[in-house]
């Protein structure tokens, strides 16, 4: 069993940064892909960026892309989310997913189907005001 627990979640104004956190704990094989999902009120569930902990392959969203990294630190088995340039329309409630590679896997990065992930955070807030 896997728990993940996200933090570093608030309100910030618009052009600013956060970096969100999502401590696991619990059994992680070497090869599981790991999601940051967000979602905001009457939207789709989206997925930002995702990690794959068996080589740290990246994959980014269009509408994130070059303001967001994923990052991951093994020592404390926590992956990052790394928001800069903050829009008001990233306000969302922010999600960690994880699942084993076999489930997500597209041949070169995983997938962002919320079906697909197994494991899930309580999610933490982001507000950002323009």
């Known amino acids: 069993q896997v728990q993940l627990v996200e933090s570093g979640g608030g309100s910030v104004q618009a052009g600013g940064s956060l970096r969100l956190s999502c401590a696991a704990s619990?059994?992680?094989?070497?090869?599981?892909?790991m999601v940051w999902f967000r979602q905001a009120p009457g939207k789709e569930r989206e997925g930002v960026g995702t990690?794959?902990?068996?080589?740290?392959?990246?994959y980014y969203a269009d509408s994130v892309k070059g303001r967001v990294t994923v990052s991951h630190d093994n020592a404390k088995n926590t992956v990052y989310l790394q928001m800069n340039s903050l829009k008001s329309e990233d306000t969302a409630m922010y999600f960690c997913?994880?699942?084993?590679?076999?489930?997500?896997?597209?041949?070169?990065?995983?997938?962002?189907?919320?079906?697909?992930?197994?494991?899930w955070g309580q999610g933490t807030q982001v507000t950002v005001s323009s």
């Open positions: 997913a994880a699942t084993p590679q076999w489930r997500a896997w597209n041949g070169g990065s995983c997938r962002t189907s919320a079906d697909e992930y197994v494991y």
């Open positions: 619990g059994y992680i094989r070497s090869s599981y892909c």
């Open positions: 990690f794959f902990t068996n080589g740290g392959i990246t």
